[in-house]
T-cell receptor
Framework: GAVVSQHPSRVICKSGTSVKIECRSL??????MFWYRQFPKQSLMLMATSNEGSKATYEQGVEKDKFLINHASLTLSTLTVTSAHPEDSSFYICSASPQGANNSPLHFGNGTRLTVT | GQQVMQIPQYQHVQEGEDFTTYCNSS?????IQWYKQRPGGHPVFLIQLVKSGEVKKQKRLTFQFGEAKKNSSLHITATQTTDVGTYFC?????????????FGQGTILTVHP
């Protein structure tokens, strides 16, 4: 159980375009989802906490107007990278815990490798 | 803010050798979790430790949580090539917001056959 699906797994886009990444909890409800960014051979950096029905909470240094997060239902959160630039190229991973399970383990999606040309 | 330091950054071992990665937090943790990320994959949850001084085992893997709940370790006995990957510790600080984990830098393990 506790499967998180992320789509797409890979995307290549041109500089200046926007890319939307979807994160779905398939067999549980998640009022909160987390978006991480990971550079090669580095750790996971939390970008933002996505809250169902309310605004996302962004970590310091993350531009909320560039990384738009929408959490419209208990099973879906989306991250849109707007006006992408080559420096936005990275591995983006979402995660979630079953609803109500405070401090419980995170279940990660498979990640999205974004390449901006 | 909370910092979680993990060492070593890299570890190369021969198959059959043991391996240990260490995790230290700047603040007391309510719990610590360990994840494994295979090359090209996503982090997969291994275990969670909650109690001070707790020790848990999963086959060849031994996890420890320090008495002060500020450090932890993962020890692998007799490594195998399937152990290759990056091992991350991640902690919840006491009273932190729901679900928000701080990850260590990770230890990249390479196992030579």
């Amino acid at each position: 159980g506790a499967v998180v699906s992320q789509h797409p797994s890979r995307v290549i886009c041109k500089s200046g375009t926007s890319v939307k990444i979807e994160c779905r909890s398939l067999d549980f409800q998640a009022t909160t989802m987390f978006w991480y960014r990971q550079f090669p051979k580095q750790s996971l950096m939390l970008m933002a906490t996505s809250n169902e029905g309310s605004k996302a909470t962004y970590e310091q240094g993350v531009e909320k107007d560039k990384f738009l997060i929408n959490h419209a239902s208990l099973t879906l959160s989306t991250l849109t990278v707007t006006s992408a630039h080559p420096e936005d190229s990275s591995f983006y991973i979402c995660s979630a815990s079953p609803q109500g399970a405070n401090n419980s383990p995170l279940h990660f999606g498979n990640g999205t490798r974004l390449t901006v040309t | 803010g909370q910092q979680v330091m993990q060492i070593p950054q890299y570890q190369h071992v021969q198959e059959g050798e043991d391996f240990t990665t260490y995790c230290n937090s700047s603040t007391t943790l309510s719990n610590i979790q360990w994840y494994k990320q295979r090359p090209g994959g996503h982090p997969v949850f291994l275990i969670q430790l909650v109690k001070s001084g707790e020790v848990k085992k999963q086959k060849r893997l031994t996890f420890q949580f320090g008495e002060a709940k500020k450090n932890s370790s993962l020890h692998i006995t007799a490594t195998q090539t399937t152990d290759v990957g990056t091992y991350f510790c991640a902690g919840h600080a006491g009273g932190t917001s729901y679900g928000k984990l701080t990850f260590g830098q990770g230890t990249i393990l390479t196992v030579h056959p």
